[in-house]
T-cell receptor, first 112, second 112 residues
């Protein structure tokens, strides 16, 4: 069935470097995408979202890029900090918006 | 402001025992409500969602059921737990379809 997947299950970066987490989606009808951050033992926290009528959106230290041609989503974190270490999930809004389907997740490890 | 409460935080239950997890949302009306399950080190699997009182959509055939007896209350239940029901259960809400989800703090369920 339709699904959202991630290319890299684990990403290790040096503190201060930029991080890029990628996500591929398969449902071309999806029109809304979200990135979440989850720390161990906690519920996911919203980071940033983007609708399909945009290809880029920026937040504080984070940028989401959407390439609808190849059905690819990415999260860029500038000047990665130790507090950014967590699991990152992309999510895709499907079924006329009723369902939010999550990808498998990427572990981000920040080395000091 | 809106808040979501989920309890208990941890639960250890024997195989074959019943289950009841509760989730309530405060500060809003007619939210869309969701139950997700997360296996250790894995992504989030959508179990149930509800767009109104008494309206439950089930995503996967399983040993669990959900109910929404009141507008802002969502309950996850089982009559007889299986070992495979172990996991991290997350309740979430959003006001409108096509918007971001807000998650509760989760319940870690261990079935022994």
């Amino acid at each position: 069935g339709e699904s959202v997947g991630l290319h890299l299950p684990t990403l290790s970066v040096q503190e201060g470097d930029n991080s890029i987490i990628n996500c591929a989606y398969s449902n071309s009808a999806s029109d809304y995408f979200i990135w979440y951050k989850q720390e161990s033992g906690k519920g996911p926290q919203f980071i940033i979202d983007i609708r399909s009528n945009m290809d880029k959106r920026q937040g504080q230290r984070v940028t989401v890029l959407l390439n609808k041609t190849v059905k690819h989503l990415s999260l860029q974190i500038a000047a990665t900090q130790p507090g950014d270490s967590a699991v990152y999930f992309c999510a895709e809004n499907m079924e006329y918006g009723n369902k939010l389907v999550f990808g498998a997740g990427t572990i981000l490890r920040v080395k000091s | 402001s809106q808040t979501i409460h989920q309890w208990p935080a941890t639960l250890v239950q024997p195989v074959g025992s019943p289950l009841s997890l509760e989730c309530t949302v405060e500060g809003t009306s007619n939210p869309n409500l969701y139950w997700y399950r997360q296996a250790a080190g894995r992504g989030l699997q959508l179990l149930f969602y509800s767009v109104g009182i008494g309206q439950i959509s089930s995503e996967v055939p399983q040993n669990l059921s959900a109910s929404r007896p009141q507008d802002r209350q969502f309950i996850l239940s089982s009559k007889k737990l299986l070992l495979s029901d172990s996991g991290f259960y997350l309740c979430a809400w959003r006001l409108d379809l096509g918007e971001k989800l807000f998650f509760g703090s989760g319940t870690q369920l261990s079935v022994l």
